[in-house]
């Protein structure tokens, strides 16, 4: 479905970046990952596409860095599929929210973001080929959840991000979209289930379909948003999040 694509995994060192590289690969496209991670502690992550993707290559590249992420790119034969999807969460009361944190998280999950896929979109026009970029929003980009309020509000900027570029690279055949996952029990909200007791509370009570998500459904997702199957689709936030967006009561 994807033969002949090159696609740019971001995070793809990370839980959900893992599962989406090997999905595409296994679905006929060339991977190349991103990671700030030096090689050698990205091995798990490379072996894993290797079995779909012999030739699966590796970047250090932190997405902070506009030039690193340029040159990056530049150095591609072509590019056909990017997934932003890099990103942090450090929990801190709104009261107690440091500006330290705050930054990192928009210098990361936002304007990230913004340097991959502008940077991409740029060769894409360039090279006069069309293109699908996907970003990784969450379901709490629309929803606030406590304690996390430099990550929601960065990924309501990947939100208008999406809608901004679905709007002015549609000439171009570049289709844009994201993918907003619910709590997964990997990655990010993996980590706060194991280390931070009050979430894994309030996530005992928030999901309507009783289990978090995995990495291979919210890659399936990346996967569908990269075929031909979403050519008439751009500007879309694809939620999967088990019915956390809906509204709770008590039972």
């Not at 072509?78 to 801190?92: E, K, R, T, Y």
Request: charged share 20%.
């Amino acid at each position: 479905m994807l033969s002949g694509k090159i696609a740019i995994v971001t995070g793809g060192a990370g839980d959900l970046g893992k599962a989406m590289a090997r999905h595409l690969a296994q679905n006929g496209a060339h991977v190349v990952i991103w990671d700030i991670l030096p090689q050698a502690d990205a091995a798990e992550a490379i072996c894993a596409v290797q079995e779909q993707d012999p030739q699966v290559e590796y970047a250090e590249v932190d997405v902070r860095d506009r030039a690193v992420v340029d040159h990056a790119i530049a150095r591609l034969p072509q590019l056909d599929i990017v997934c932003s999807n890099a990103g942090i969460v450090d929990a801190q009361p709104f009261l107690d929210l440091s500006g330290e944190n705050w930054q990192n998280h928009l210098d990361i999950n936002l304007t990230g973001c913004f340097n991959v896929c502008q940077a991409a979109a740029r060769r894409m026009v360039a090279d006069g080929a069309p293109g699908r970029i996907i970003m990784t929003s969450s379901w709490v980009a629309e929803i606030p959840w406590p304690e996390i309020t430099a990550y929601t509000v960065s990924k309501a900027g990947v939100n208008m991000l999406v809608k901004q570029m679905a709007r002015e690279l549609a000439p171009h055949g570049i289709l844009v979209n994201a993918v907003a996952p619910g709590i997964v029990k990997a990655g990010l909200a993996g980590r706060q289930l194991r280390e931070e007791p009050q979430y894994a509370a309030r996530v005992a009570k928030a999901i309507p379909l009783g289990e978090p998500g995995s990495p291979e459904e919210i890659a399936a997702a990346v996967v569908y948003l990269a075929s031909p199957q979403t050519a008439y689709m751009t500007g879309s936030i694809l939620t999967l999040d088990g019915g956390c967006s809906l509204f709770q009561f008590d039972s």
